[in-house]
């Protein structure tokens, strides 16, 4: 019996008779099993709109008794003045706002409760930070994540104790895999009750541990400026990523002088910045022998702000480039070198590029397996460069020749230097053959698919929006056929794949951006899993409009058991509300498009629409694939290209037979 | 302050032959919650602890643990990078490398009776062990040494009936002067 049946039967054993649930890639199988039982047998199988359930969060206990001589403070030095008039004291509340208004935070994303109200009492009379109150504290963590991905400051978040803090964890977690700089405050019961099981206590150092950069309890007020420069500090420098920070409400409460340090030195953390010149000599000695260079670029570039140096790069080596899903908008994909993204679901010649490379130049990537598939197989062939700002982050997945370990950009500038112009002229043929023989494409008639709405939207835009996506196959429709042209413009969630992520993170966009039209798109899944946010959004009247990619599957998990399970749809078809109805419900102005001819018109209706949010229902295909498709942990060989055929061989935007034509660069 | 040891649960990823023990010295910044973020560390990414001792060193805020486990190569390193990426660690040594000075301290209590007692008390001499606790039933012995040295002692004992063992796990630290 299977891991996914014994898991079932013992369910059964137990007197289960309903399960809530929502299916993914990694639980496909005992979905799997469900089907086979659903029908009248114990086991029933209830989706829930959002997978929160009436269990209770285990605080794991206050592990933190095991370490030991933690009764020691490290207490600030503070230079006592020795003026006659006393110097000012006053409240951790007071401290907070304005060590938040010394490290310039505009924005604020957060919720109220009682752990947090003596803050919250101090910013009512705050004019320099506005404070966005979500609907949830989720929503918080994912505007907090687009404000600071969309203009490459520190996200803000403040939550109070308990349940306000665990609804944080998504969204932290969702930032770690991304290296997105965020700080979430959370309120804490006062220091004397932890571990008691106090009202809204939860351990939540303890439990975002592993998936923060770093985490502080603030036990004294003494150490509270200190902390929040560190805080700043270390989400912001070196890899960038979430930076948690518990505030007990009686250290909130307690005086002291406020004197924000200057400067920060931590003997424990040195980020690398400017990477060891042999090695950089050494990597340009390899590259200068590359026939069939590949640089693979990853979100680094863009968190770096190393995109021109980038393109200075590919420019001069005449490199082509392929991008990972985060890599989006660092090289712009109409230039003739672009490959567009690789990976999983990357286009065929990227890949298989890749695949034939003899130097890989990895910049800012990180080897993810939705990236590299089966790792022997990935670019086996080439020597590898990787230049990383984490030395972790080197050689963990696959091993590579030549490590560099620094910023993105000074390893970059240094580089150029001592690369020469390479002949790379017969290589960029060859890909040039396979973007003519496989490109990306869809079917073209009179039924809407998803395929259409994004790239019509790529053709409209020209490329210049803000594009957040959701998870799923939206999520890779959108990577692929959008015409992404500039960094920080392609926001979404990749490492934890994270359904909800597209709504609140474009919120947190529209708080830091208004130079590009702001657009949100999500599948019918993932809309229902943050759409609370739309108060918020309406609220604030936000400029965003709101794609709903209507397919009525969780489309992509129906995807993978179409090809891989049989086709057995289980749990993956679900009834939504009528989405036009929700928008007005929240008095946010809202059509349906159904056809390739009302949905061309819907886009440009959003596009020109410019006081506040617009939300736009495509009803598209229901069982249209993404493609190509390398599946989990395979290489190229094992690739699904689109089974659409192509006749004559010319790069596209263009129709051939009711065919879309689709290639990068 | 008592140094502990864990032995930790992490799944092993390589065939066990490949692995080669390495013995890592730590320092890291005596606060709150240290110990959980380096141990914690390992059993989320699956590495092995053999054992894990903490203790203080001469600067206050510091604290030193030495960590034995098992790993082939490339674990290794990733192992010594992950250590390092911790904001809370100062210095991480793997000190397989170098020449290094090890002890690990173990109480043993063992059956003895009057007849047994000469015996255990020679082999308690052979070994440079200390008698700390005596009944007419028991012998408790204090042994300090290298693992192999302890090992050895409890080993020996084993026949006479052994009632309980504690064991430190091993402190290290890198010798002055290095032999090439
Ligand atoms: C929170 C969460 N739960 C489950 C999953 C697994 N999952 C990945 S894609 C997907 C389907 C998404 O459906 P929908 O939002 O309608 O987008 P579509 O794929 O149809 O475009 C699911 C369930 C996930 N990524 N995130
Ligand atoms: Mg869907």
């Known amino acids: 019996m299977s891991g996914a049946e014994i898991f079932i039967r013992s369910l059964e054993a137990e007197g289960v008779d309903v399960l809530f649930g929502y299916p993914g890639a990694a639980t496909i199988a005992i979905y799997d099993v469900l089907y086979g039982i659903a029908a009248g047998k114990n086991v029933v199988i209830e989706k829930e709109e959002s997978e929160s359930t009436d269990e209770q969060i285990q605080t794991a206990g206050q592990v933190n008794s095991l370490s030991w001589n933690n009764t020691r403070n490290n207490t600030m030095t503070t230079t006592k003045a020795h003026d006659k008039q006393p110097p000012k004291q006053i409240s951790g509340a007071e401290i907070f706002v304005r060590s938040l208004t010394e490290e310039k935070v505009e924005v604020l994303f957060g919720y109220p409760g009682g752990a947090t109200i003596g803050i919250y009492d101090v910013l009512h009379d705050i004019t320099n930070i506005k404070h966005i109150l979500t609907r949830h504290e989720q929503g918080a963590t994912h505007a907090a994540e687009g404000y600071a991905k969309a203009t490459g400051k520190p996200g803000v978040v403040l939550v109070t104790s308990g349940p306000g803090a665990t609804n944080t964890v998504t969204g932290i977690a969702d930032a770690y895999m991304d290296s997105i700089p965020i700080v979430v405050f959370t309120g804490q019961v006062a220091t004397k009750l932890i571990g008691n099981d106090a009202f809204q206590e939860a351990d939540i150092v303890g439990i975002t541990r592993p998936i923060t950069k770093h985490n502080f309890l603030v036990k004294d007020v003494r150490d509270l400026a200190r902390t929040i420069k560190e805080a700043f500090y270390i ?431 | 302050m008592t140094p502990t040891t864990t032995s930790a649960g992490g799944a092993v990823k390589v065939a066990d032959e490949q692995l080669k023990q390495h013995t890592v010295s730590l320092l890291v910044e005596n606060r709150f919650g240290t110990l959980n973020r380096i141990a914690g560390m390992f059993s989320a990414k699956g590495y092995n602890i053999d054992s894990l001792t903490v203790g203080p060193t001469e600067d206050p805020d510091v604290s030193r643990m030495t960590i034995v486990t098992r790993a082939d190569d490339q674990i290794m390193e990733q192992i010594t990078k992950q250590l390092n990426k911790l904001i809370d660690v100062v210095k991480v040594i793997d000190l397989t490398f170098e020449s290094f000075v090890e002890r690990e301290l173990a109480l043993v209590k063992v059956s003895s009776t009057t007849t047994t007692r000469p015996e255990v008390l020679q082999i308690a001499e052979i070994f440079r062990a200390k008698v700390v606790d005596v009944s007419p039933r028991t012998l408790t012995l204090e042994a300090t040494g290298s693992q192999q040295k302890v090992d050895a002692i409890v080993n020996m004992l084993k026949p006479f009936g052994i009632k309980e063992v504690a064991r430190t796990g091993r402190v290290a630290m890198k010798r002055e002067y290095q032999v090439e």
């Open chain 1, 235 to 665: 989400a912001t420098s070196g890899r960038p990523g979430p930076v948690l920070v518990d505030l007990p409400k009686d250290v909130m409460a307690q005086k002291t002088v406020f004197e924000y340090p200057k400067t920060i030195s931590m003997r424990s953390y040195n980020p690398t910045v400017e990477g060891n010149i042999k090695q950089i000599k050494k990597a340009a000695d390899v590259i200068n022998t590359a026939r069939r260079p590949v640089l693979y670029v990853g979100g680094g570039v863009i968190s770096s702000n190393a995109a021109h140096e980038l393109r200075a790069l590919a420019d001069k080596l005449q490199c082509p480039v392929t991008t990972t899903l985060h890599g989006l908008g660092s090289y712009p994909e109409q230039n003739k070198l672009s490959l567009g993204m690789l990976g999983m679901h990357g286009t065929w010649y990227s890949n298989y590029a890749v695949h034939y490379c003899d130097v890989l130049i990895a910049v800012g990537a990180r080897f993810d397996d939705r990236v590299t598939g089966k790792v022997d197989a990935f670019a086996a062939e080439a020597k590898k460069i990787h230049i990383d700002i984490d030395p972790s982050a080197i050689s963990k997945n696959v091993p590579v020749d030549v490590p560099i370990v620094g910023d993105i950009k000074h390893v970059l500038r240094h580089l150029l230097q001592y690369v020469k112009p390479l002949d790379t002229l017969d290589w960029i043929k060859t890909i040039d053959q396979w973007k003519l023989e496989h490109p990306l494409r869809y079917r073209h008639d009179d039924k809407l698919r998803a395929q259409h709405v994004i790239h019509k939207l790529g053709e409209m835009t020209k490329g210049d929006a803000i594009v957040v996506t959701d998870v799923g196959q939206q999520q890779m429709w959108t990577a692929q056929f959008f015409r992404w042209q500039h960094p920080r413009t392609h926001l979404t969630s990749g490492g934890l794949g994270t359904m909800g992520f597209s709504l609140p993170a474009s919120m947190g966009v529209a708080f830091g951006r208004s130079d590009l039209p702001i657009i949100s798109i999500s599948g019918d899944g993932g809309i229902q899993m943050n759409s609370q946010e739309l108060a918020t959004i309406s609220q604030h009247n936000l400029p965003i409009k709101i794609f709903i990619l209507n397919n009525g599957f969780l489309g992509m998990v129906r995807q993978w058991q179409e090809l891989f399970w049989r086709k057995r749809y289980s749990h993956t078809e679900m009834k939504s509300p009528d989405f036009v109805k929700l928008a007005d419900a929240y008095g946010i102005p809202a059509l349906r498009a159904s056809t390739p001819a009302e949905a061309e018109a819907a886009i440009q209706t959003a596009l020109d629409h410019n006081s506040g949010p617009i939300l736009v229902e495509f009803v598209v295909e229901k069982e249209e694939n993404v493609y190509p498709m390398i599946p989990a942990a395979q290489t190229v060989n094992e690739m699904l290209d689109n089974p659409e055929p192509i006749s004559e061989t010319s790069k596209g935007p263009h129709v051939q037979q009711n065919i879309i034509i689709h290639t990068k660069g």
